[in-house]
């Protein structure tokens, strides 16, 4: 009984998003759709969306241009056609290279023929827009109503001029197809056969195992419908030096910013495109390969190679996926980056595999001046926003091998928190009544400067010293806020905490109190006291007697209070408050 139950959870998943969808004629043409198949003439394709319709709920029918008529589940929610396409696909009800259509895709309708009375019985070829410079023709073109049938005799003739990769390809399309599961050999041999007859039956073309020039032309566009679907076309720009196949209905060159071609989305996939070019060796490859990791486009999850003269990156979240290649060439960089909505993914790896099998070198390389007119910012590079964090605050090192203390509220919520961007670090404690945080490195570090937790207690109106992030890492290094003790307990009266006489910014929060001497009285805390916001001027501090409680249940040692040799000057003070202070930031 649990195996059936198990075996009919999917089918009633996928039902129960399917019967989701609006029923109108009009609300019919402005969802998502799945289309599953397509075909060369209409009478097959009637015949095979009756043969959805049978098993599967809201089949229709639409031309879908140059002679084509497609079969489409929908319409749908964007996010309910993701889910639907994945229960399907695993449950084997539709093709594995199905994939998500939009309206613009779809013509006129043919099934069923009383949903769109609106519509004539016969289709016409859904219009054409001019485009600005023809594609070159595609490998495998679709299918002309013109192709001759061929008896089987004639089929073997035709199919022995093929090459040795044409054979190959065919049996990739048929592994795709789900028919053939051998080797890609080329050998047409009793398992490639069967394959081509279980295909022929599944068609409705006459078994014998031996495709017509015609069925291999409807086989291999079935499986480079992935492809035409986003109008794989080959592009080449002469400024970049570069030329490689590229999605053209979904993107469009936009402008360049040295080192990079931006070809921004143009469709409804969002999908976005880099040509990389630029001079350079193996540093600035290395470089390269740095900052772009930076990017909000290219996401941390997601494996990365570095070579000696090339590197691949990889990066996913839930709503992006991103894949960037460069090599180093006779002192050229050159490589792209394809940007691509999660969920749709055995279109992006058709349309990569593409892209990489296409791309040529040509010569020349942008000049690095490109772009130097355009607008700048500090969060951007080249035109593309750096990835932020979602918070940053202060914090400072409490042991020699780069423990640091901070406030809670900047450890919250955390997928992954760093020191000074780069470091990888971990919660090792929190005590979130204090408001204090212990955060352990993910590999030990060597601190220039170590806090020394002061043992006397603070005197009302003495000069004291913040250090910390104040505009949250932008300025690249902490600085120093003065002010006073004003009192020794905070407003309501706790003596765990002072109250101090200084204009602290948001970032401060977590900094080292230093006295004169360069011990440290305490920790800054966040400028909200009970969820209200304090005046200008006034902050808090919980003292170092809680810090040290907190240090030792973190199972660390506190370091000693520095000897006292008189107020530090300056300068010795800003080096000793910098090399404690560390930039702590938490990621989503």
């Excluded at 031996?210 to 002469?238: C, F, H, K, W």
């Excluded at 990079?260 to 409804?268: E, L, P, R, V």
């Excluded at 930076?294 to 999850?301: A, F, R, Y």
């Amino acid at each position: 009984m649990k195996k059936l139950f198990a075996a009919l959870a999917l089918p009633l998943i996928a039902l129960a998003i399917a019967f989701t969808a609006p029923v109108s004629a009009q609300s019919s043409r402005d969802g998502v759709w799945i289309q599953i198949a397509a075909r060369p003439s209409l009478r097959e394709a009637e015949n095979e969306a009756r043969s959805y319709a049978a098993r599967l709920p809201d089949v229709s029918g639409y031309s879908i241009g140059g002679g084509w008529y497609g079969v489409v589940l929908g319409p749908y929610s964007r996010d309910d056609a993701e889910r639907v396409l994945q229960v399907y696909r695993a449950e084997g009800q539709i093709p594995r290279d199905s994939f998500i259509a939009f309206e613009r895709n779809l013509g006129n309708q043919f099934y069923p023929v009383a949903a769109d009375a609106t519509q004539p019985a016969e289709p016409a070829p859904a219009p054409v827009e001019p485009a600005v410079q023809e594609p070159e023709p595609q490998p495998q073109t679709a299918l002309q109503t013109t192709l001759p049938d061929e008896t089987p005799a004639q089929a073997r003739r035709s199919e022995s001029a093929l090459s040795r990769e044409q054979r190959m390809e065919l049996q990739v399309a048929l592994k795709a197809a789900g028919f053939y599961n051998s080797g890609i050999d080329g050998a047409f041999g009793r398992g490639t056969r069967a394959s081509m007859s279980d295909w022929q039956a599944a068609r409705g073309f006459e078994p014998t195992g031996v495709l017509t020039t015609a069925q291999r032309q409807v086989l291999m566009d079935e499986y480079n419908a992935p492809l035409i679907s986003v109008g794989m076309a080959r592009a080449e720009d002469a400024k970049a030096g570069i030329a490689l196949q590229i999605p053209a209905d979904e993107v469009a060159f936009d402008r360049y910013e040295s080192p990079f071609a931006h070809y921004t989305s143009k469709g409804d996939l969002g999908a976005q495109l880099l040509l990389i070019s630029q001079p350079g060796d193996k540093r600035t490859l290395f470089g390269l390969y740095d900052i772009l990791q930076t990017l909000e486009i290219v996401p941390l999850d997601g494996p990365r190679e570095r070579g000696a003269n090339s590197f691949t990156i990889e990066g996913r979240n839930g709503n992006i996926v991103s894949f960037t290649q460069a090599s180093l060439k006779n002192g050229e960089i050159k490589g792209f980056t394809l940007v691509w909505p999660a969920g749709d993914e055995d279109r992006r790896a058709r349309v990569l595999a593409a892209m990489q099998s296409s791309f040529t070198r040509l010569d020349g390389v942008l000049d690095p001046a490109e772009g130097g007119d355009a607008v700048q910012s500090v969060d951007l590079v080249s035109g593309l926003e750096i990835r932020k964090p979602k918070l940053s605050r202060s914090g400072f090192f409490v042991d020699g091998n780069g423990s640091v203390l901070t406030t809670s509220d900047v450890v919250a919520g955390c997928t992954r928190i760093t020191l000074d961007h780069g470091y990888e670090a971990s919660i090792a404690a929190n005590n979130t009544a204090d408001g204090i945080a212990v955060l352990k490195p993910a590999q030990p570090l060597a601190p220039a400067a170590v806090a020394g937790l002061s043992t006397a207690s603070p005197r009302l109106q003495s000069e004291v010293a913040v250090s910390g992030f104040s505009y949250e890492g932008v300025l690249g290094a902490p600085s120093l806020t003065w002010g006073k003790i004003a009192d020794v307990k905070s407003l309501d009266g706790n003596t765990n905490v002072a109250r101090l006489e200084l204009a602290a910014q948001p970032g401060d929060a977590g900094g080292p109190v230093l006295d004169a001497t360069g011990a440290v009285l305490g920790m800054l805390l966040p400028q909200q006291s009970g969820g209200k916001q304090l005046p200008e001027g006034v902050s808090f501090a919980v003292n170092a007697e809680v810090i040290r409680g907190a240090l030792n249940d973190a199972g660390l040692s506190p370091a000693a209070q520095p000897a006292s040799g008189g107020s530090l000057p300056n300068a010795a003070m800003t080096r000793l408050a910098s090399g404690m202070t560390v930039l702590v930031s938490c990621w989503e």
